[in-house]
């Protein structure tokens, strides 16, 4: 466990997100305020022809559904890139599983149970991350995604939700799934292959799609087979 996420993991630490903020050190979060300087946030080439610019726009929202190895790879490449990460809610998958997908820790935060509190922890988070990940409650007020939608545009961060969200400019959503590297009853995974689509507002109105291989333990993602986008 990264110093990062034992500050923000522990439960009954959190008393609200800008306390939590306060105990980084004022070097470091003018580190994490300056960092982000472009106005795309990278994403693995072979995700890169689901979003109409090839990268996250700075101050957008997204969501992803159907898989948690597709919101990894996403932490991976801006974690490699010298991005801040941040996750909110409960953990996709544990720290171990994000170290094999390339997350690198040193520059990825957790903040698994915030509690009532979560609206005002994403809030603070997005004043110095460059993409902050939320799994939000069931009942998630929309004046909530509203106000943090406009806190990542107003902050220039992203946010990537993995429920529904009011407000969000581009989905991604794994329409099929496949496993490889078993043979008949023996053998290990090696390869997690994804069918994806994109769709949203403006430039993402027409939807996209791609096959994304995943490998079980890489730091790195194989090019896409791209098709011509089509609608479901």
């Known amino acids: 466990m ?22 980084l050190s004022p070097d470091l979060l003018e580190q994490l305020r300056t960092t982000g300087s472009k106005e795309l946030l990278p994403v693995p080439q072979a995700l890169a022809e689901l979003f109409p610019e090839g990268g996250v726009r ?37 720290s171990a599983a994000a170290a094999e997908a390339g997350v690198d820790l040193e520059r990825f935060v957790r903040v698994a149970e915030p509690g009532e509190q979560w609206p005002s922890v994403v809030a603070s988070l997005l004043e110095a991350f460059d993409i ?27 946010l990537l939700t993995t429920g529904k969200w009011e407000g969000a400019v581009l989905a991604l959503t794994v329409i099929e799934q496949r496993w490889h590297g078993l043979g ?27 096959t994304v291989w995943l490998p079980q333990a ?3 993602l194989p090019q896409a087979s791209d098709q011509l986008p089509q609608a479901l």
């Open 184 to 210: 008949s009853g023996h053998g290990y995974l090696q390869a997690h292959e994804l069918e994806v689509q994109s769709l949203g507002r403006g430039a993402a109105v027409r939807p996209r799609r791609a």
């Open 132 to 158: 902050v990940v939320i799994h939000p409650p069931a009942r998630a007020r929309e004046a909530d995604m509203r106000r943090l939608s406009a806190r990542a545009r107003e902050r220039s961060a992203v």
């Open 58 to 94: 700075r101050g957008s929202t997204i969501t992803v559904s159907g898989s948690s190895s597709l919101v990894l790879a996403v932490l991976a490449e801006v974690s490699q890139r010298q991005g801040w990460c941040a996750e909110v809610g409960s953990p996709l998958l544990g």
């Open 2 to 23: 990264t110093a990062f996420e034992h500050m923000f993991d522990t439960r009954g630490m959190l008393r609200s997100a800008a306390s939590s903020l306060e105990g």
């Open 218 to 220: 890489s730091d790195q």
